[in-house]
């Protein structure tokens, strides 16, 4: 950088020098090896505060307010007392099932076709890998319209001649709670799998090949190399998986917005960040939105420790 | 020969056994694709059939984005805009975090950290409505910068800078010094071009994820002519529409373009993904 800025003709030379000296001294601390850290953070850190510690703050103090135009009033625990209200429960329910099914489907799928990719006999693996990642690269809204365009009432539709050619009758999918259920959950698993996938295969190459060399020799079959090998060593990365789709399960949103925004028959569709949006920003509810943010954060953070504590990732058996 | 002969039958058997998800995965595209081609209007009540029904085969429904009364591409425009920018600003930041985190030793440093794990552990989702109301004081609602804002920290890009950055030697950082090149010199001039790799993958998760978000640009974004395409879109899902060619056609023009550079760079992207999951 350049040091010299160009001399000031109006000031006498010695309070030039003075001034000179003042600039120097603070340019060296702009340059020094001290403050450069803090230089490269700093704009990090006006952003976590500005957009992160300000709304947490804020999404707590409004849980306990009423919030309106011009005036704000604290009115205590009411707005958590009127949680106890059947849509909400309808919300929480159809949050947690949603969990519970990708998790269940988004595990131990991807994990067996990343074992099947992982083979040495398997052939053409960069295609299949390809093939059922790229679901992965589509929005939800477009995988939804897809999703509703083969899974439309009439009988006509894919859903509906499938399932007729095998002696059932049609369905009108987005209607009941079960068959909504169903295409949520197949919409995520479809955009999920390959990167569920990926993660599982990049953990199956981190296995020392050693080891299963030393297992043969010492005849153990295939079952117990992937008892004693495979599954301890994809430990960590199942983990990680689990926690991710737990997360990304109670934060749903999309998916069930593109089959019926946010108001559905009976709330079939409803989910807990659906109902934060449909009491925040449509019904003006800025408070007792935020008692239902308020909420989701504490029912993520408990399964999250919970989750954690029974892997033995945290505070559990000491495993690594 | 025994042996060989097992193997053999054994590589068939799973090739047709991942022939499957891999129909599972591509068909769904491949449907959408026939839609597009086929009149629109009753699309949505009847649904699709798998028939191909070539003589129904047109490019009306695409040409219909290209006329005038097509607000289509204005929302190609707004997203490209703001998957740029979002896409440039976090990476420019977080590789500046991650950087300062792995090659310096600061006070306050495990607290920055703390803070991206944090911020890795809090649903978006739930900093929505104070956030909206700040747009509002900052007269950000309805605007790009509005949208961009609260994208451009993100915590998994700082983590894999950080580990990336590890890998660095440092003993070039105390050559570069010797020479007389400054801190922030250090970093632009030689850092940077070190970390081109980072960046390539980092690039492409984060604008895969702007070009694809849609909770906060659709609470941030309120008129049609600042849309972005997913919100653009879904707005059209409605059943009682009646512009299903643009919503149809859209889609496939939506999902094109990340295809064809997916299928040229797929190493990036899966690179880009196993960050999260490696432990460093």
Known sequence: MKPNSPPNLNRSPSSNLKMKRNGTKLKNIFYSQKVAPYVFVLPFLLIFTGFYLYPVVSTFIMSFQQVLPGQTEFIGLRNYERLFNPTFFRALYNTTLYTFWTIVILIPLPLLLAIILNSKVTKYKTFFRACIFIPALTSTIVAGVIFRLLFAESESAFGNSFIMFFGFDPVAWRQNAGTLMFLMVGLAAWRWMGVNMIYFLTGLQNIPKEMYEAAEIDGANTFNKFRHITLPFLKPVTVYVLTITLFAGYKMFEEAYVFWEVNSPGNIGLTLVGYLYKEGFQYNQLGFGSAVGVTLLIIVAILGLIQLRLTGVFGGKGDN | ?280
Not at chain 2, 6 to 30: C, D, N, Q, T, Y
Request: hydrophobic share 55%; with cysteine; glycine share 6%.
């Open chain 2, 1 to 280: 020969m025994a042996k060989q002969r097992r193997e053999k039958w054994s590589s068939i058997l799973l090739v047709v056994f991942l022939v499957i998800p891999a129909v599972i995965a591509v068909f769904p595209l491949a449907a959408l694709t026939l839609a597009s081609l086929k009149p629109s209007t009753e699309l949505m009540r009847f649904g699709l059939n798998i028939y191909p029904q070539f003589e129904l085969w047109s490019l009306n429904n695409y040409a219909y984005l290209f006329t005038d009364g097509s607000i289509y591409f204005r929302w190609f425009k707004n997203s490209i805009i703001i998957s740029f920018f979002s896409t440039i600003l976090a990476l420019t930041f977080s590789s500046m975090v991650g950087y300062s985190l792995a090659m310096y030793r600061f006070r306050g440093q495990t607290i920055v950290l703390f803070l991206v794990l944090l911020i890795m552990m809090i649903p978006f989702e739930i900093l929505m409505l104070p956030l909206f109301r700040m747009m509002i004081a900052l007269g950000a609602v309805n605007t790009y910068t509005g949208v961009i804002l609260p994208m451009i920290v993100h915590p998994l890009t700082i983590f894999f800078f950080r580990q990336f950055a590890l890998g660095l030697p440092k003993d070039l950082m105390d050559a570069a010094r010797i020479d007389g090149c400054t801190e922030y010199g250090i970093f632009f001039k030689i850092m940077v071009p070190l970390m081109k790799p980072a960046y390539g993958a980092m690039g492409i998760l984060l604008a895969l994820f702007s070009w694809n978000n849609f909770l906060w640009p659709l609470v941030v974004l309120r008129t049609t002519d600042m849309f972005t395409l997913p919100i653009g879109l879904a707005g059209l899902l409605s059943p009682y529409g009646n512009n299903y060619d643009v919503l149809i056609a859209g889609s496939v023009l939506t999902v094109l373009p990340i295809i064809i550079v997916f299928i040229f760079a797929q190493k990036y992207f899966i690179s880009s993904l196993t960050a999260g999951a490696v432990k460093g």
